[in-house]
């Protein structure tokens, strides 16, 4: 569908932007303010429009219907401001994937000069001029072309005027064919009519009068700065609460690193320091153990049988608890902490048969002779502490590293107490890392079993894998989702708030706009539910809202500026 509307080409009070800027001052608007309508309309080429076909660039209004798909849009009469001798102008706003279309044209008479006036835009997060290209219309009637005028390049950025003679009279679909080096796009509006003289043309396109709720917006002003609409659609709306949150190693892959026996260390993995990625069976330093004067043997068998005994029922500990995966009835993370106590049972056997050998040759141990032990991670994963430094003494059991999984890592939210009833409902959150998108969570893994004391809040898990947006011990901000419901939502940034009140502004057609009270609901991250004011499907600004506001606001200033006493 599009949006078919009457021209308009007095534009008075954008010509006079410019000799009343300073009036915004009594305005009681911020300093900012001022400064961005300053730069609205003495840099955006704001003119006075005139007809859309005298010097190629006159401009209507546009009313009617909001909104617009791909193609098929209906040109129908327009206002006097856009009048010419077959009456008046007539304006065209279609949206295709691609391309917006705003094109004003006077009512078509057979064999007569037909002039087309196509503002042509590519669509995107913010919208942007066709710069390049050419442009032909077709006159389709049928299956058959009748005639085709043509653009070879734009008359200026944004804008393209094909010409020719119009064909004979009756009713056309219209074919524009855009070209670009890089990029085409096709659009069709149909139902163009094509008169037997001047004055049914006329007869068919009276002149009406302006609409007072319509607000005036160029293309040269949308152009100029960050600009963007789209349709009013429902979505998915979350309810819920807002929290703090921090990132936390994940349990499972936590692994503390100990000195395995006393010594000293001799070497240090280069460079190290806390954060840098470390990668499993990498070196990270040597412990030149110390005489072994006070250790017995039997003391060191015993050691190396415990860790034996112990590392075997781990195994069989795992063995079971895989087949109890296979029927569902423990979580996979309990075999991968098991998994992790074997790897420590078998650096602890290592270790003691290690120090078995050192005993051994202790006897005769020269005091140039080493049997260094080589401390590697044991895991993929980030180096959270280091404790240890090169030349330092270090006893048996002594913390050296701290190293965390880099494949997950456990996002702790706080609720508050008061919610703390609630915490069962949550179906999902949201989060956004600095500088990244919002990324979306499953129901959380579970949430701790009594309220902190310190900041009154429960503490509820999310393990999020392969994070590489999050680091660990990082704090950011959660919305925890109790409730959902579908219902119309618009751009948090398409609602202006104009002291106090909540508007937006719905597209009319290419130049024209209306400002609209609505009444807003819930603000789910960048979009806000739209209780009243809106219906689906029409089309809103969505970015350059608050420019747009400031150019009403202008035009209320220039209104009260050229009052006169009585």
């Known amino acids: 569908m599009a ?38 309309s003495a840099l955006l080429g704001c003119k006075q429009r005139t007809n859309p076909l005298s010097h190629g660039h006159g401009h209507g209004h546009s009313h009617g219907g909001h909104g617009g798909d791909d193609h098929g849009g209906h040109g129908h009469g327009g206002h006097d401001h856009g009048s010419s001798s077959s009456g008046a102008a007539i304006s065209v706003t279609l949206y295709t994937s691609k391309v917006e279309l705003f094109m004003e044209y ?4 057979a064999g007569k000069k037909a002039s087309f006036l196509a503002h042509l835009t590519w669509l995107g997060t913010v919208f942007q001029p066709v710069r390049t290209g050419s442009l032909a219309l077709d006159f389709v009637r049928g299956s058959q072309t009748v005639t085709t005028l043509h653009a070879a390049k734009p008359l200026r950025v944004g804008i393209f005027r094909p010409e020719g003679k119009a064909p ?35 007869r068919a396109n009276p002149s009406q009068p302006d609409d007072p709720k319509e607000i005036p917006f160029l293309k040269e002003q949308q152009w100029n700065i960050p600009f963007a609409t789209q349709k009013v659609t429902s979505r998915v709306i979350h309810d819920g609460v807002r929290v703090t949150g921090e990132v936390r190693p994940w349990p499972a892959g936590y692994v503390q690193l100990n000195a395995p026996v006393t010594g000293r260390i001799t070497w240090l993995k280069q460079d190290l320091s806390e954060g840098q990625e470390v990668k499993r069976g990498q070196r990270l330093c040597k412990i030149d153990p110390m005489l072994l004067s006070n250790t017995s043997l039997p003391q060191i068998e015993h050691r190396i049988h415990t860790a034996r005994s112990t590392l075997q029922m781990k195994r069989l500990q795992l063995k079971r608890l895989k087949k109890m995966l296979r029927a569902r009835a423990v979580a996979s993370w309990q075999i991968a902490q098991v998994r ?3 790897e420590l049972q078998q650096a602890q056997l290592k270790a003691a048969l290690s120090l078995k050998r050192l005993f051994r040759r202790s006897r005769n141990q020269s005091s140039g002779h080493s049997n260094a032990i080589v401390i590697r991670s044991p895991e993929d994963g980030v180096l959270l502490k280091q404790f240890a430094s090169k030349g330092t003494s270090i006893s048996q059991g002594q913390p050296l590293f701290t190293i965390a999984s880099n494949k997950k890592v456990r996002l702790t939210a706080y609720l508050p107490e008061w919610y703390a009833m609630k915490v069962g409902a949550i179906r999902s959150a949201t989060y956004t890392p600095l500088g990244g998108h919002i990324q ?3 129901k959380p893994t579970g949430w701790s079993a009594s309220i902190a004391s310190p900041g009154r809040t429960l503490s509820v898990f999310f393990d999020v894998p392969r994070p590489k947006a999050l680091k660990h011990f990082q704090q950011l901000t959660l919305h925890l989702h109790l409730t959902q419901r579908r219902a119309l939502a618009v751009p948090a940034q398409a609602v202006v708030d104009e002291q106090g009140v909540k508007v937006v502004f719905v597209l009319l057609g290419g130049e024209g706009f209306e400002r609209r009270v609505v009444q807003t609901g819930i603000h789910d991250q960048h979009w806000l539910e739209i209780r009243s004011g809106l219906q689906f499907g029409e089309r809103i600004v969505t970015t350059g809202a608050y420019e747009l506001s400031l150019s009403q606001v202008l035009k209320q200033a220039n209104a009260v500026g050229h009052g006169h006493a009585h």
């Open 3 to 40: 949006i078919h509307t009457h021209a308009k080409a007095a534009r008075a009070y954008v010509r006079n932007e410019r000799s009343h800027m300073g009036y915004k001052a009594s305005l009681r608007r911020a300093a900012l303010a001022l400064f961005v309508l300053s730069v609205c």
């Open 106 to 109: 006077a009512p078509l008479v």
């Open 168 to 202: 004979s009279p009756g009713a056309y679909t219209l074919r524009l064919r855009l070209r670009t080096p890089t990029r085409a796009a096709v659009m069709i509006v149909s139902n163009a009519v094509v008169y037997a003289s001047s004055a049914s043309a006329k």
């Open 340 to 342: 992790h106590q074997i």
């Open 440 to 442: 979306r969570l499953p």
